[in-house]
């Protein structure tokens, strides 16, 4: 199969490696330095838990013409970035693409596509279930297993799941349709936003690191509740009741999270969060639910930077 990876960030120079075999050929197309250092040194990742290190090598471009087809694309970049990409898939002729990552609005981005494509489109989305960072040298990956691709089409079958199934065929990374996939994206929106906003404002709150965590619980909690209101599912359910209800667990465990060296490894930005925030807080139009601790958080981080 011709795999275009498009973004090669954490998620699409892991993603090329799990789908690295002779059946797939794939092209990863990168910009600026990222598109020189892979051209020069290949995708060199360091697997944090398992302590080893591979290197592969790919097709490498930086930049997609009209007639470049591929059997599918992966877009693999921060939901920020997703819109800054469209205009140059919509009028490229390939038919079948997956965004892959955070994202809080796919019918509108997949509205958006199909408005300015001229051509047929599939559009599905997916997420990676890996984590990491990266620097000059090399890409840090964490992932508990040989990680797992959730894919879905929002509303029935994905219409090219037999492309996506001979791709992943014979290979360990796991391929996961997912039912419901706008309520499990919205929770996992619901976990990021909070998570990462306190993970940011660690260093303000030294000392005082009780009253961060308990604001972090405090806007999950109005999140949770915002979604719930807004006919949204919270996936898995345990998320919820987590916060709600089991606050002396969830207030040792964020604890731990914040903490620990293991959250150096996880890549967040903010001007992800904030895009993922913005759409969340567009349910408040229509809802009595209110993000007001949230609200505070997020402005103190914004201040900061
Ligand atoms: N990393 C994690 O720990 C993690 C964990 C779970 C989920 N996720 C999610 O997975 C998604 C992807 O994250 P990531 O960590 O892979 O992001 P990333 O490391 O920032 O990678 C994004 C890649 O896309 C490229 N890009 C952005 N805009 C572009 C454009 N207009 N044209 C061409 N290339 C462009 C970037 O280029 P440059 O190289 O020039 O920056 C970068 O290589 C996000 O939604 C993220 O939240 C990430």
Redesign the pocket.
């Known amino acids: 199969m011709n795999i275009l990876i498009y973004?090669?960030?954490?998620?699409?120079q892991f993603l090329a490696h799990a789908l690295n075999k002779r059946d797939n050929n794939i092209t990863i197309?990168?910009?600026?330095?990222?598109y020189e250092n892979l051209q020069e040194r290949g995708v060199r990742l360091k697997h944090f838990l398992q302590k080893k290190n591979s290197i592969d090598h790919f097709n490498y471009i930086s930049e997609l013409s009209e007639t470049d087809q591929y059997d599918i694309i992966f877009v693999?970049?921060?939901?920020s970035?997703f819109y800054?990409?469209v205009p140059v898939l919509a009028k490229n002729i390939t038919q079948n693409i997956i965004f892959?990552?955070?994202n809080t609005n796919p019918q509108k981005l997949r509205k958006t596509v199909l408005e300015q494509s001229n051509t047929d489109k599939n559009i599905s989305f997916g997420f990676?279930m890996?984590?990491?960072?990266?620097d000059k040298t090399k890409t840090t990956v964490?992932r508990f297993n040989a990680g797992e691709l959730k894919v879905s089409h929002l509303e029935g079958q994905i219409p090219f799941h037999n492309i996506l199934d001979e791709i992943f065929k014979d290979l360990s990374i796991k391929l996961t349709y997912e039912a419901n996939f706008e309520d499990w994206l919205m929770s996992h929106a619901a976990m990021i936003i909070p998570l990462n906003t306190g993970i940011m404002l660690k260093n303000q709150y030294k000392g005082r690191q009780k009253q961060l965590i308990k604001k972090i619980i405090n806007s999950y909690n109005e999140l949770h509740l915002l979604l719930e209101h807004s006919n949204y599912k919270i996936i898995p359910r345990a998320q919820a009741t987590l916060f709600k209800k089991f606050k002396f667990i969830a207030y040792p465990l964020l604890k731990i999270i914040l903490n620990i060296k293991i959250m150096n490894q996880?890549?967040g930005?903010m001007s992800?969060v904030d895009s993922l925030y913005e759409d969340v807080k567009l349910l408040n139009k229509h809802s009595v639910s209110t993000t007001r601790q949230l609200d505070q958080i997020v402005k103190e981080v914004k201040e900061t930077l």
């Open positions: 973004g090669a960030g954490v998620q699409g197309l990168a910009r600026g330095k990222t693999t970049m921060k939901y970035d800054s990409v892959v990552g955070n990676l890996t984590g990491g960072n990266r964490l996880v890549q930005s992800e």
